[in-house]
């Protein structure tokens, strides 16, 4: 029982933690916290619509799922596929409906770190 309740302690404390950076950047630029909301069926199965997902901005790699801003109204949630002379290329899992970019590094938001519970 004991661990259980140091168990609670530590997400209580990490969660307030992650509140306080999140607040710390929030009128960023750059925001090293970022929260979005999958809208589309682009990176099914992995991902759903309505999912929320947390993104930290970190370095990223090949299979990397992340929020890059591609010219559109709100930023997407892509997958990192591979990289040559400078760009990336990334696209959704779901590649019968998922649309393809090519970017850059200083385009990627964040990269994907936890997959809220609903």
């Known amino acids: 029982m004991r661990?259980?309740?140091?168990?609670?302690?530590?997400?209580?404390?990490?969660?307030?933690?992650?509140?306080?950076?999140h607040l710390v950047y929030l009128h960023s630029e750059r925001p090293l916290l970022r929260l979005a909301r999958v809208s589309g069926n682009s990176m099914e199965p992995t991902l759903n619509p309505?999912?929320?997902?947390?993104?930290?901005?970190?370095?990223?790699?090949?299979?990397?799922?992340?929020?890059?801003?591609?010219?559109?109204?709100?930023?997407?949630?892509?997958?990192?596929?591979?990289?040559?002379?400078?760009?990336?290329?990334?696209n959704g899992d779901n590649e019968q409906v998922s649309q393809a970019y090519w970017i850059r590094s200083h385009q990627i938001v964040g990269v994907m770190v936890w997959r809220l519970p609903r």
Request: charged share 20%; no cysteine.
């Open 3 to 21: 661990t259980v309740n140091n168990i609670g302690k530590i997400l209580v404390i990490i969660a307030g933690i992650l509140a306080i950076v």
């Open 50 to 90: 309505g999912d929320r997902v947390l993104f930290v901005r970190r370095a990223w790699r090949i299979g990397s799922i992340i929020l890059a801003n591609v010219g559109e109204q709100a930023p997407v949630i892509k997958r990192v596929r591979y990289t040559t002379d400078g760009y990336i290329f990334i």
